[in-house]
């Protein structure tokens, strides 16, 4: 009884929506707008987010960095100390290694702008990074060809390189096979041993695509290892069950001990970690998702205002019509989901418009942004659940009006 | 049909309400409701949804609306407890309509028990 009610009632909202299509669509079009200005934030924050924590994972979470400056500072930081503190040096790596016990793994690296170039194929300022055999086990990364150097190569400083997928397409344009291919970094010959896998944009900049690598001991052959320039560090990577903050202290008293430090002395170094980024990273996205929430959520008020304002006309023109169904029979709770079902409908309507909108907008910015935008489940999900609440809110007053009218009265209203 | 009058207090309070309701809407789209599971902001609207319209029923005079707050006011203190929502704002909800319930029930007897 109650579904044929109910079935009875769907039908009546969508004849009165079919009847009136100027009007539906003039209506539904403020809950279209809403819903669009909401996910679409809410899609292009969560697909960031995804996008930096992907490169912030890349660095390693269990990794430990020491450099010369910390990657997080306050507005008060005592950049002049800093600016006096040596750089992070290979042989302190090696000491490093040494002394340490909660260590998995240990590299340095050292980076510089050089040209590249094979046959009449130049690259100019692409990024060369002198990496010690160890950086390979920190860092992580994928070979689509070749191999990794060994560790001979590394400690001999053979001149051999792994070029980053756009640098090997830009070298080897023809689909030439670069392995075994001789290149010149830095006017130096070497042997092309390995082709990283594409990784596409990262935020934060540290997309591998146009790196080269090369053993450290080869690159110190043209590449100022004392200088900042080439931003010199060590990454230590902790053993499984050694926390960061254990791996920290480690390398805090090894560190000072290594440069001499004495006891009441600052450290000359700073340790960063990865999730200090993430920490900074988290409250961003979360000012921008309230930023949107607040520019959405009144969209939506609005759109919610004008399906209330659409749904009193509704019910102020079916008056008579609602007379003669309560004078035939009809049940208050018959009329009020009449007219609240007309109200979700339009709401409903609006809001998977505004979602159909939004992936088709992901679609086209598939290929001219070099970032995965993806509309969500939990963003389709919130969508409809904001589009069919908004029908309901905004639909309830109008439609218990309606169902609380005099039959007779009714009627005779013209 | 004879419609009951509706005490000012009653008109007063039910518009607070109504406006608190309305405000707690915006938490629905809060970036830390959203990171508590797909389905969190759901149930959280739901129960304002039926919130408001039991503010709507309580308005005009219907018995129906205080059973609906007294109803919809115990199923959010035991989603906030499960959802480990001890906030300011969980506290503030407890107290305002643990407030508004008092001025309600005081006046249930005066109100329509028809829907």
């Known amino acids: 009884m109650v579904i044929v009610l109910l079935k009875e009632s769907i039908l009546f909202a969508w004849n009165a929506l079919i009847a009136n299509k100027l009007r539906t669509f003039l209506s539904l079009l403020g809950i279209t707008i809403g819903i669009f200005a909401i996910i679409t934030v809410f899609t292009i924050v969560d697909s960031l987010e995804r996008n930096v924590r992907g490169s912030v994972q890349s660095l390693g979470d269990n990794v430990v960095y020491i450099m010369k400056w910390p990657w997080t500072f306050g507005p008060d930081y005592p950049w002049w100390k800093y600016m006096n503190r040596p750089v992070p040096s290979y042989h302190e790596m090696t000491d490093l290694q040494r002394k340490t016990k909660s260590i998995d793994a240990i590299g340095f690296q050292i980076g510089a702008r050089k040209t590249l170039k094979h046959l009449n194929n130049t690259i100019e300022n692409a990024i060369v990074s002198g990496w010690s055999y160890g950086y390979g086990q920190v860092k992580s990364f994928e070979l689509t060809d070749g191999r990794y150097f060994r560790e001979d190569e590394a400690e001999g400083g053979y001149n051999v390189v792994i070029l980053g997928n756009t640098l090997a397409e830009g070298l080897f344009p023809n689909h030439e096979y670069p392995i075994g291919k001789t290149i010149k970094v830095a006017g130096r010959n070497c042997k092309v041993i390995g082709i990283l896998k594409k990784e596409g944009e990262s935020m934060l900049g540290n997309t591998m695509d146009n790196q080269a690598i090369i053993p450290y001991h080869f690159a110190k052959l043209f590449i100022d290892v004392k200088s900042e320039n080439g931003d010199p560090f060590i990454a230590a990577k902790a053993k499984s069950g050694v926390t960061n903050e254990q791996l920290k202290d480690e390398l805090t008293g090894i560190m000072r001990g290594i440069r001499g430090l004495k006891p009441l002395a600052d450290d000359n170094f700073a340790l960063n970690e990865t999730n200090l980024l993430s920490k900074n990273f988290d409250g961003l996205f979360d000012n921008i998702g309230i930023a949107g929430a607040i520019i959405g959520g009144f969209s939506i008020l609005v759109g919610g205002f004008g399906i209330a304002n659409i749904m009193f006309v509704s019910v102020r023109e079916r008056t008579n019509l609602i007379g003669i169904q309560k004078s035939l029979g009809a049940k208050n709770y018959f009329i009020l989901s009449q007219f609240l079902f007309e109200a979700v409908f339009l709401s409903l309507l609006g809001g998977i418009i505004g979602l159909l909108l939004i992936y088709l907008l992901t679609l086209v910015t598939d290929g001219v942004i070099d970032m995965d935008i993806i509309l969500t489940r939990s963003n389709v999900i919130l969508g409809l659940t904001i589009s069919v609440l908004i029908g309901v809110i905004s639909g309830f007053i109008p439609a218990y009006s309606a169902s609380q009218l005099d039959p007779v009265e009714a009627i005779r209203t013209n | ?115």
């Open chain 2, 1 to 115: 049909m004879t419609k009951i009058q509706r005490p000012k207090s009653i008109s007063i309070i039910t518009i607070i309400a109504i406006v608190l309701v309305l405000l707690a809407f915006p938490m629905l789209f809060m970036p830390s409701i959203k990171k508590m599971g797909d389905f969190v902001p759901l149930i959280l609207g739901v129960i304002i949804t039926l919130q408001f319209i039991s503010l709507i029923g309580i308005w005009h005079m219907k018995k129906w609306g205080v059973l609906l707050f007294i109803i919809i006011f115990c199923a959010r203190v035991v989603t906030f407890i499960f959802l480990d929502i001890y906030t300011f704002r969980f506290y503030f909800n407890i107290f305002y309509s643990l407030l508004f319930l008092f001025f309600f029930i005081a006046h249930y007897r005066k109100m329509d028990s028809n829907l």
